[in-house]
């Protein structure tokens, strides 16, 4: 470990503070392990031996899991399409609206809000940091963990982040560590500075933080970094914290909290239905009456059992019926659905509703899709204004006054629906005046190719009548009659 240069040392280092900012909660850390494990299907389902010989065969652990799909139909049916940006009651201008399509294409947002939204679903909480990409010219958009980041919101208004801490374990080179030791990291991000701090990995007591400094070209950047605006006003913490339905909480609520009781239950229903299907799936003859050592009791095909004891009783039991156990399987899947509102077709397959049967089916799906858009839709709306915020800092901003920008969240309809409905959608937009961007948007369209699209369709119209001109037929139109 390099020596720590000695006119940082001399600042003051609040252990006390910086401890707390590392202790991240060892039960939320724990909520958050378990509710991932049953995604991922690891659900630590009791088997027997035998059983666990065939269904853990390909040496994955077994679990009948339905807590995956519970996920991913929710988030599929979140996407974000776009998003509306007003400037006080007008629209913003067509190129701020291009530059946020393109600070979303260039950061290739459409995959990380997938991951994002799964996070979210999956743990109660996911975050994104926001910084600036000198060599794009951008605003980066990055996702983080939640269990390697702490929000600490105000007590008077419980809405409003007061700071953030970022706790993970590192090996990367700086002027602390030249010899590229395990340390443990940590940053603290307020609305106008990054507070970075770094201690041995594995330090057992509390205390032993030292300030950190980032390598820059042409020597070390400052500490503490600065997070201002050109006018020195604070940009805003650099972290939006996503949560699902945190009902009044700090920290978000897993989907999945409702359901893993039932999860267990199918678990534990389907690994009776093997049991019975491996041992009592056939009949199964017996004999009474006789030594256990004078008579052959396995029954191979074209043999029959036969013995010299006069006192020798034979007899079967008929396979038992796994009608109850499928029943109960069956049952349980339903109580999934239910609990959380997930349309049975989509878990269980079979037929497909259709028109209006459909909706009905997946009028709860889309309703806790809609509500759950509410709070995530305004997280990436704090994403895209604190981009804004950044580039007016760094870049080259399109709108000079930010104080009265608000960017509004564009979702896909989360519906199912054919593209008659979306074409039917089109023409009642064009009726009550909707933007084309907006248009373009609801059916899956790219504003700012379709532009790219447009200028080139009329650069090859324009040069066709250039021809056309050169050849001396300028004065018949490109329509007339020969």
């Known amino acids: 470990m390099a020596s720590v240069p ?40 009791r088997l027997a031996d035998r059983t666990r010989q065939f269904l853990e ?9 339905f807590c995956e799909p519970i996920i991913d139909v929710l988030a ?7 998003f ?39 743990k109660g909480d996911a975050f994104v940091t926001v910084d600036y990409n000198p060599a794009k010219g951008l605003p980066r958009f990055t996702f983080n963990r939640p269990d390697v980041v702490k929000a600490v919101y105000s007590a008077d208004t419980p809405d409003t982040l007061e700071y953030v801490g970022k706790l993970w374990t590192t090996k990367a080179y700086g002027p602390q560590n030249e010899k590229r030791a395990a340390i443990q990291r940590l940053n603290v991000y307020y609305p106008d500075r990054v507070e970075k701090f770094y201690r041995l990995h594995g330090t057992q007591d509390a ?43 700090v920290y978000g609520r897993s989907e999945l ?66 009608a109850g156990v499928l029943a109960a399987i069956e049952q349980t899947i339903s ?8 349309p049975l077709h989509l878990l269980a397959g079979g037929g497909l509703p259709s028109g209006e049967a459909l909706k009905t089916a997946e009028a709860g799906l889309v309703a806790k899709a809609e509500r759950r858009g509410v709070d995530i839709g305004n997280s990436w709306e704090d994403v895209m204004l604190l ?15 930010l104080s009265d920008l608000v960017i509004e969240t564009q979702w896909r309809n989360p519906q199912s629906r054919s593209e008659a409905d979306d074409f039917d959608w089109v023409n009642a937009a064009q009726i009550a005046g909707v933007s084309q961007h907006s248009m373009q948007i609801r059916l899956g369209l790219d504003p700012e190719e379709e532009l790219q699209h447009k200028a080139g369709e009329g650069a090859t119209l324009d040069a066709a009548a250039g021809a056309l001109l050169d050849a001396g037929l300028g004065g018949r139109g490109l329509g007339a009659a020969a």
Not at 76 to 82: K, S, T
Not at 207 to 219: A, F, K, L
Not at 335 to 342: E, F
Not at 387 to 401: C, H, K, L, Q
């Open 84 to 122: 509306n940006a007003l400037v006080g009651d007008e629209p913003a201008p067509e190129n701020f609206g291009q530059w946020l399509d393109r600070v979303w294409q260039r950061n290739r947002a459409d995959a990380l809000q997938g991951v994002v939204h799964t996070s979210t679903f999956v």
């Open 257 to 322: 909290r409702s359901v893993l009781p039932q999860q267990d239950a199918l678990n534990k229903q389907v690994v009776d239905l093997h049991d019975i299907l491996d041992n009592q799936a056939w009949p199964q003859r017996y004999v009474t009456g006789v030594a256990a050592d004078t008579v052959d009791l396995i029954h191979k095909p074209g043999e029959y059992l036969h013995t010299q004891a006069e006192a020798a009783k034979f007899g079967q039991l008929e396979a038992a019926d796994p």
């Open 57 to 65: 065969a390909s040496g994955l652990a077994f679990a009948e899991n």
């Open 76 to 82: 599929e049916r979140l996407e974000v399409e776009g």
């Open 387 to 401: 981009a804004a915020r950044v580039e007016a800092a760094y870049g080259t901003p399109t709108i000079s006054d």
């Open 335 to 342: 109580r999934i659905a239910r609990r959380s509102r997930t």
């Open 207 to 249: 205390g032993g933080w030292e300030r950190w400094t980032d390598p820059i070209e042409g020597g070390v950047e400052p500490w503490p970094l600065p997070w201002v605006a050109k006018d020195g006003s604070p940009l805003g913490i650099p972290v939006v914290h996503f949560r699902n339905k945190p009902l009044g909480q």
């Open 6 to 45: 000695r006119a940082i040392r001399r600042l003051s280092v609040d252990q006390d503070f910086l401890d707390a900012c590392a202790d991240l909660g060892s039960q939320r850390l724990a909520d958050y392990a378990l509710f991932q494990s049953y995604y991922d299907g690891d659900q630590k389902v």
